[in-house]
C-alpha cells in the first residue's frame, strides 16, 4: 500500500514539474509575442485611423488586417471603407522601416493602385506623422496635427512599435558594447529586454573585476544604472 501511495506521489509530482516546464517554455519560448511589442509593433485598436480627402477614412487597425510594424517592415492590409483592402507588402513591393521609423516604399490596393510611403514616420512614442501618396487617393494624412485640425477632427495612427534609439540597449537591435552580441539574450550583460547596458557582469575573479580592502576581496558587479559597483 505504501509503495503503492509513492507511486502516486511520483507520478503527481511529475506531473505538476510537467506542467511548470510547459508554462516556463510558452512564457519564454522566443516565438511568444508577449515582450515583444516595441520591436514587432501593432496597430493601437483607438489611434488607428488615417485621412484622405479624396477616400475619406483608411484603417490601420482593422480587424482581419493584421497590421506589424517591425524594424525592417510593415506587414499587412489597411482598410478603405470606400475602397477596400490596401496591401502594405504586396508580393513586388511594400512599406519598408529604416529602424528609426522613416518609412518608404509602396503599397498596393486594387482599387486604389500604389501608395506612397516616402515621407511618413513614426516618433519615439509610436505616433505616425507626415503623409502618404497615391494618384486615386491623394495625400493620406496619418495625423490630425499634419494639417492642425485636430480641434475639429483628433485622428491619428499609433503603434507599440519603437525607434531602434527609443529602445533600452538590450533591445535596440544594435551591439551597444562592440563584443560581437547583441540585446537579450544573446549578450549576457543584458539581464532582460529593459536593461539599458549590454556592458558584461564582471566576472569574480581575483585578477580583475575587484579590488582589495581591509584584507577583503570586493567584487565589482553591474548595477541597474549600468555603472560598476562594489
Ligand atoms: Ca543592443
Ligand atoms: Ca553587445
Ligand atoms: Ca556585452
Redesign the pocket.
Known sequence: MTHCLNDLLWLKNSLVSVCLLAVTVVLIWPGATVLASSTDGVIDPTDKYAWSEDIGWITFGEPGGNVHLTDAAMTGSAWSANLGWIVLNPASAGVFNDGEGNLTGQAWGENTGWIDFAGVTVDSQGYFHGYANGTVTGQISFNCANSASCAASDFKVRTDWRPRSARPACNNALDD?G?G?LDYPA???CSSIWDTD???LVSGGLGGGGYWTGGIHRILVKSRRGILEP
Do not use: I, N, V
Open positions: 558594447d563584443d552580441l549578450d549576457p550583460g549590454e556592458t558584461d
